[in-house]
């Protein structure tokens, strides 16, 4: 836990672009490697030279069968590098904002819920490796500047997360070394006195090997009151060819979030008497000794061996270490519209950790039967992990009232005391063990089969918050799709999964609520444009989970969060399009519409918009090629809380952007976020909301070699 003695942290600005320059200075770096195109992980193009939205490359995010975008039979988005840079989305809050079907529910300053087709999303990947997803809220600011592409595939995607979930798997894809040499920096302002480095080194240090650094800094006060984030990000990747068909790849990221003045909870919805509260988008319940840290290391070893010409054998192994600090404030109840007062306080320091160490081995290939190609992957995952929490209250100073000028954030802070360990924190270990096979079959030149089935085994032991969390869990995942193109710009598809995930949310009792499970169907079509650089898919979907933890309600002691596990049912369509459809004209659209009830058919999680619009364009301007504009529309519908007692009406943002090359290594940009100044409520996951960001504006240099 943080010392009281330190009040406020001092930013540290790294010399990014000096320590790039040094890198370009090594010698080697300048050497290029004559085997790069043996290997299918080594980008020979420059970085650089994507600019298409969607990126319509390969993917194993669903089966690990490196199909295409257009071959998969799922709703598949995918964000590229060019539109992270374009749009300025350097967290991944802000790339999940952007992609169309997604909702961030950011419930406080620092954790949020992301939700997909009504339910929330639990299925996370680096490149395409399955990490189990222990906490259930996401933590902190993760920066996006070691990531080529971001996939979101809707739906389940079982056969390689193996805990799947109706709603969709983000694949994290991260950069990889470059055979010619590649240097990037870049410094960024906003309006609340915040700046931003970045620095992308990438090259050949040897015949045989490649590396490549990525170092991020980002320091900045905020339009809410008291509340200041700075991050820092270092990221470093070696590749080295061990023979011409062995390639080894050894990587680390490190990612700080470090925030002051953070929400617990956030702004009372209510007053006394029913009425609406209607407070200025500044406003904040958090003191200036709040504070929120969280710090993600993750190290990755990867080997890859070319077996002759048809398979390829994959060994990878992730450790993960999430650490999560806090003291923090949380205001609840309902206070006078007269005077402000009514509202009550309570104090908490909570600290998390959570470590993984995951472990996939599988095979890919082809096999040739009756006169075709067949593909196949068949491998093993493990994974180890274990879950502290620990919470200390303030038991000197109880629950106070809270005088009229609560939101001034006068609350001193208090001593923090630990009381019994067994009743005020969690010890849970977790084992996931699971064997999956999945299996591409093509019937005819139109027509193929996609089959394949995981079975996952789940042992958790240990306690949370005085109750035990001992539960097991297994479950064979099977699934299924078809594909049958039409021509060779035009596909059908349908699939099938079911649903499997463990829980480690509690109820009121403390107990553990066990596994989830259901299934999920999809049918849809696609259609590619101008040589498959974009890709139209209309999708319907349908899906059934059944005891599914549903936030309820908090222990006032510990502030633990309970659920209840309930039943829904998720049905809609999709219409979604991106990529390039005419040079220099990149588009990113996509219309949602669901519908999910509860076991007893009413209307269920109000709080996500059952219509969602999101698009977005850049434009080259061929007069001026140097210049090039873009924006971002995104509108959803109504919402309201559980209880139907507060209404979000439905609003629409509009972001602006514009880039202008001074030269071919030098380029300006300007992105204005929310034009119109529109206010709004981000969320109504809970009964207590923070109004979004107003209008603001950032200003960028990047320079290129």
Known sequence: MRKHSIQRRTPCVLPLTAIAMAMASYP???????????QSSKTAESIENIYVYGEQGKTDTATKLNLSLFETPQTVTAISRAQMDDFALNSIGDVLNYTPGVTVEEVETDRAYYTARGFDIANFQYDGVGVPFTYGINLGQQDTAIYEKVEVVKGAAGLITGLANPSATINYVRKRPTGELHIASGVAVNEWHGVRLDGDVSGALSSTIRGRLVVAAEDTDSYLD??????????????????????????????????????????????????????????????????????????????????????????????????????????????????????????????????????????????????????????????????????????????????????EGHTPRPN???????????????????????????????????????????????????????????????????????????????????????QTWVNDQFQPLGATEGDNREIGVKKSFNDER???????????????????????VTGTAFYEPRAFESDGYEIEFSGEVIDGLNLGAGFTRVELEDGNGDQARPYVPSKLVKMSASYRVPALPALKIGG???????????????EQEAYTLLDLALHYDLSPRLSLALNLENVSNEKYLNSLYWDQAYYGAPRNLEASVTWRY
């Open 28 to 38: 080697a770096l300048a050497q290029t490697t004559e085997n790069a195109d043996q």
């Open 226 to 407: 008291r509340h200041e984030d700075n991050t820092h990000l270092f990221y470093g990747i070696v590749e080295v060819d061990l023979t011409s068909s062995t390639l080894l790849s050894v990587g680390h990221s490190y990612n700080k979030s470090a925030s002051d003045g953070v929400l617990w909870g956030a702004l009372p919805l209510l007053y006394s008497n029913g009425a609406l509260t209607d407070y200025d988008v500044s406003t904040s319940t958090a003191p200036d000794w709040t504070y929120a840290d969280t710090v993600q290391n993750q190290t990755f070893v990867e080997l890859k061996q070319q077996l002759g010409d048809y398979w390829t054998a994959n060994a990878i192994f992730t450790r993960s270490k999430n650490d999560f600090d806090s003291e923090l404030f949380y205001v609840y109840g309902t206070p006078s519209a007269v005077d402000e007062i009514g509202l009550f306080g309570q104090a908490s320091a909570y600290d998390s950790s959570d470590e993984q160490d995951v472990y996939d081995v599988f095979l890919s290939g082809a096999i040739p039967f009756a006169g075709r190609e067949h593909q196949v992957a068949l491998g093993y995952s493990h994974a180890d992990i274990r879950n502290t929490e620990t919470s200390f209250s303030d038991n000197e100073n109880g629950f106070p009232v809270l005088g009229s000028d609560w939101a």
């Open 416 to 502: 923090f005391v630990s009381g019994d360990p067994f009743n005020s924190a969690s010890d849970i270990e977790q084992t996931q063990k699971s064997l999956y096979i999945s299996s591409r079959l093509n019937i005819s030149d139109r027509l193929a089969a996609l089959l394949g089935a995981r079975r996952a085994e789940v042992t958790q032991r240990g306690f949370s918050y005085g109750g035990s969390s001992d539960t097991d869990a297994a479950k064979t995942v099977p699934y299924y799709g078809v594909t049958y193109q039409f021509r060779d710009d035009l596909m059908a598809y349908a699939s099938y999964s079911e649903v499997f995930k463990q």
């Open 632 to 646: 971002v529309l995104k509108w959803q519908d109504d919402i309201t809380t559980a209880d139907g007692r507060v």
């Open 534 to 556: 974009a890709i139209l898919t209309l999708a319907l979907f349908q899906a059934e989970h059944a005891n599914l933890g549903e936030f309820v309600g908090r222990d006032p």
